[in-house]
């Protein structure tokens, strides 16, 4: 199938990553779970602090179903396990000693008792696959079209065959569907597996936006999802009984020193990325009419968790982003022609030679920080959202749907084909600044605990 | 520009402790003066450059041709009334004296009631009224007394719009409620068919004058040229007499996206198609009136530019509009030419698809609705 989308918006954010990959994989020593990225986890920690672990020794457990668990990246020693308020686990680091990995023995299959399982998602709600589900489809995109995001195939170049055997392996499970971007020519000589070709603007390389086009997900239907890098991984794993949870995530945004590209492990520490990344190596500053620090985020601008200099690369990122923080007063700010601020909208002068950049004009350097633009307000504005939208839904009766908290017309509207991240260009345009991604998240939870319930 | 000292000042004087109730209006003054400092913290750690201050000031911008215009064309109206032969200068100063009373009563009395609910709300001040408040000066008869003015305003403003919540939840246009409040309480001021002429830069007596539709009504032709109704040079409500000024404004409200094309377009083909109809039935000669000259005349522009495309009581979904647009168009016509006692049909129009275009989303969404429980029905076979 061949998936053009026409509906969406690239953002022009500076710092573009170049093709050049800094192996870290033998440098860093520390590495996380972080349960907390786990949508719907109840972690029960299956390990104290000082024990020996394996690389794919399970750390902590779900308690609501303990065959799910999140195993250890690397072997070593747990040196931290860490908790936030009413001791809510958070972090689980382990201090890598010796090889990266070694070879478990028996069978390896890829089901629930696979260190590999974690890593496919489910839809509706975003949790680990559960594996009594029988899903419709298994959906595996080869583009990711968020700012500044990794080439998922430069990414995976030396892991093809890794993935392959991945593929394989999931299409033992459900049909699987695997998105390429126009130009690649991915072959797949597999039974199960069917390639389509996406193009188009951001959210193009969204799964969400890929599933909608190939499959919808009706009532009672689920599909699983990974990402691409981490099906090589399963497919390493099948092949050699070595779980090396491996990623290549692109480094980027306006506020990095040198952006390119990193080869990690997941949960991998930031800290050699920051030190060699931040301008101002004295982060964070004390907040003084905001005298350039900067946030790191790990994941993308559009949806990523802000962390810091000494934090962990999140479950399912695969880049990091450094952004300008923006607390800062603009005098007027809505009033000055806008030069150098990027909106969707034709309101800056701006808007106009992002148009007029098809005709050869050069595009103003925008400068972009984590300021709000403005203030919360009630919605005025409507048909904005359907323009970076490639749903069949209403995006605003939906999103009024989840803040009202009306279960029902949530379901009627299509709540059960989106996740937030599908809802990220619709709440960066947002001229109201309602957190929309929140809004759908938390509607999402509470259907899924009344499901549970 | 440094303005450090103006950012210090504001935080020197934020109401805290037995202030603090003011915390409403001393943040609207605040985000006029600055854009505030609030960062992100969950979603998306961008955010467009857009907002709610941006997108209303584009709307007051694209007033301001027909509002200038409209100021001389008060004076030219009056020179020509009374034979003074004023020069442009002189007429758009008569004008300019005699609408900034208007405005500066419809912004003071609007915005306190605005801000008074805000603050009792503990709400942030909504910028809505900014446009409002302009547009209700420019659609009512220059000669309305200042009182009469005032309490349209602040009935739109409270049954308008704050009983139900304020800027984004009325379902009614609220400067179309303060002209409908006037039309309904005062009809001797404002009939449609005769428009007030201002006598004096100083006192309230008028001169009556014909209307284009007026005179359709009472079964003549209208005296104006086509051309004078395009540039507007004839008696009427200060913003709605000149289809080119209205146009200016309508350019940069679809180059700046703040309006919909749709509905915009839709509200002119709409009437359009019902001008055509009447001219095939060409019972009588308001029937037989070339179908553009309703875009000429009377509120059809202004309302089609302005007060349809208020998104916020207008349909929401884009089939909506179109629906929505060319209702909007048909019944302004319809109204026009088969309704004598109400020579300007636009207001009534509008007003009327405020109310229906809920149920026409209503039926739109439903739609969607339908054919998402049909794939899922297809796919538990």
Redesign the interface.
């Known amino acids: 199938m061949n998936i053009k989308i026409n509906k969406g918006l690239d953002?022009p954010?500076g710092g573009k990553p170049e093709r050049r990959v800094v192996d870290l994989r033998h440098s860093a020593t520390r590495y996380a779970v972080r349960p907390v990225d786990v949508v719907g986890f109840t972690p029960r920690l299956l390990v104290a602090e000082g024990d020996s672990v394996a690389a794919g020794t399970p750390l902590v457990a779900d308690k609501r179903d303990p065959r799910l668990f999140l195993p250890a990246p690397v072997g070593g020693k747990v040196a931290a396990i860490v908790r936030g308020e009413k001791r809510k686990l958070l972090e689980v680091v382990v201090e890598r000693s010796g090889a990266l990995s070694a070879e478990n023995g028996g069978t390896r299959r890829l089901d629930a008792d696979s260190p590999c399982w974690w890593m496919l998602r489910e839809r509706p709600f975003g949790t680990i696959a559960c594996p009594d589900h029988k899903p419709k489809g298994i959906f595996i995109s080869l583009l990711d079209t968020n700012?500044l995001a990794p080439d998922v195939l430069f990414a995976l170049r030396d892991r093809m065959h890794d993935f392959e055997a991945g593929l394989a392996a999931l299409a033992a499970l459900a049909p699987v569907h695997v998105c390429q971007p126009a130009g690649a020519d991915l072959k797949v000589n597999c039974a199960g597996v069917s390639v389509h070709t996406v193009e188009g603007p951001h959210p193009a390389g969204n799964i969400g936006t890929q599933i909608a086009a190939i499959s919808?997900i009706?009532?009672?239907?689920c599909v699983w999802t990974a990402l691409a890098q981490d099906v090589a991984t399963m497919g390493h794993w099948l092949a050699t009984g070595l779980y090396e949870p491996e990623r290549t995530v692109s480094v980027g945004g306006p506020a990095a020193r040198s952006p390119h590209y990193y080869r990690v492990l997941c949960g991998s520490s930031l800290s050699l990325v920051s030190q060699a990344q931040l301008i101002n190596p004295a982060y964070p500053q004390p907040a003084e009419g905001?005298s350039g620090h900067t946030?790191i985020?790990s994941g993308s601008?559009?949806?990523?968790s802000?962390t810091q200099a000494d934090g962990h690369l999140g479950m399912y990122d695969q880049q990091l982003?450094f952004?300008p923080?923006?607390?800062?007063?603009?005098?007027?700010?809505?009033?000055m022609p806008?030069l150098d601020?990027?909106?969707?909208?034709?309101?800056?002068l701006s808007?106009?030679l992002r148009h007029a950049e098809k005709l050869g004009v050069p595009s103003p350097a925008y400068r972009?920080?984590?300021?709000?633009?403005?203030?919360?307000?009630?919605?005025?504005?409507?048909?904005?959202f359907?323009r970076v939208f490639p749903f069949?839904?209403?995006p605003?009766?939906l999103i009024k749907a989840c803040m009202v908290g009306d279960m029902e017309l949530q379901e009627?509207?299509?709540i059960y084909e989106v996740e937030?991240e599908d809802f990220?260009l619709c709440?960066?345009?947002?001229?109201?600044?309602t957190?929309?991604?929140?809004v759908i998240r938390e509607a999402l939870e509470a259907l899924r605990k009344e499901a549970i319930a | 520009?440094n303005?450090k000292w103006?950012?210090q000042w504001f935080e020197k004087i934020e109401p805290k402790g037995k202030m603090s109730w003011l915390g409403s209006t001393y943040?609207a003054f605040h985000?006029f003066?600055?854009?505030?400092?609030?960062?992100?913290?969950?979603?998306?750690?961008?955010?467009?450059?857009?907002?709610?201050?941006?997108?209303i000031?584009?709307l007051v911008i694209a007033l301001l041709p027909a509002l200038l215009f409209g100021m001389w064309n008060i004076g030219y109206q009056t020179s020509t009334a009374t034979g003074a032969g004023w020069g442009w200068f002189y007429c758009w100063w008569f004008g300019f004296v005699r609408m900034l009373p208007m405005i500066v009563v419809s912004y003071v009395v609007g915005l306190f009631i605005e801000f008074a609910f805000a603050q009792v709300r503990h709400h942030?001040v909504?910028?809505?009224f900014l446009a409002t408040g302009l547009i209700i000066p420019m659609i009512v008869p220059v000669t309305t007394p200042l009182w009469q003015l005032a309490l349209a305003v602040a009935f739109a403003v409270i049954i308008g719009k704050e009983v139900f919540?304020?800027?984004?939840?009325n379902f009614l246009n609220p400067a179309l409620v303060a002209r409908a409040f006037l039309f309904f309480s005062y009809p001797t001021h404002m009939s449609g068919d005769k428009v007030w002429i201002a006598s004096g830069m100083w006192h309230n007596d008028a001169i009556a004058g014909a209307t284009p539709m007026g005179e359709l009504a009472t079964g003549m032709n209208p005296s104006a040229s086509a051309l004078s109704m395009l540039l507007g040079n004839i008696p009427g409500s200060a913003g709605e007499t000149s289809v080119v000024a209205i146009a200016i404004g309508a350019v940069l409200l679809l180059?700046?996206?703040?309006a919909?094309w749709?509905i915009m377009l839709s509200v002119f083909i709409g009437g359009g198609a019902m001008g055509l109809l009447f001219n095939l039935i060409g019972y009588n000669e308001y029937m037989q009136l070339p179908f553009y000259y309703h875009f000429l005349m009377g509120g059809f522009a202004f309302g089609a530019v302005f007060m349809a495309t208020d998104?916020?009581t207008?349909a929401?979904?884009?089939c909506g509009?179109w629906i929505y647009g060319l209702l909007i168009g048909a019944f302004a016509v319809l109204l026009r030419v088969c309704n004598p006692a109400y020579p300007e049909g636009m207001m009534l129009s509008i007003l009327f698809m405020n109310c229906m275009a809920p149920l026409i989303?209503h039926l739109v969404?439903n739609s969607?609705?339908k054919?998402?429980?049909k794939?899922?029905k297809e796919?538990?076979k």
């Open positions: 953002i954010l700012p919808p009706n009532k009672g239907e905001g946030r985020v601008a559009l949806g990523g802000a982003t952004l923080e923006g607390d800062q007063y603009e005098f007027m700010g809505w009033l806008g601020k990027f909106s969707f909208s034709q309101t800056f808007g106009f972009f920080n984590t300021n709000t633009h403005g203030s919360v307000r009630p919605f005025l504005f409507t048909g904005n359907e069949d839904i209403y605003m009766q009627q509207l299509g937030p990220a709440e960066f345009i947002d001229p109201s600044k957190d929309i991604q929140t | 520009m303005m103006l950012e943040e985000t003066a600055f854009t505030p400092k609030t960062v992100t913290r969950s979603g998306s750690h961008l955010r467009d450059a857009v907002d709610m201050k941006r997108s000031i584009i942030e909504n910028e809505g919540g304020g800027s984004g939840m180059l700046t996206g703040i919909s749709r998104p916020v207008a929401q979904t884009n509009k989303d969404v969607n609705i054919m998402r429980a794939r899922g796919a538990a």
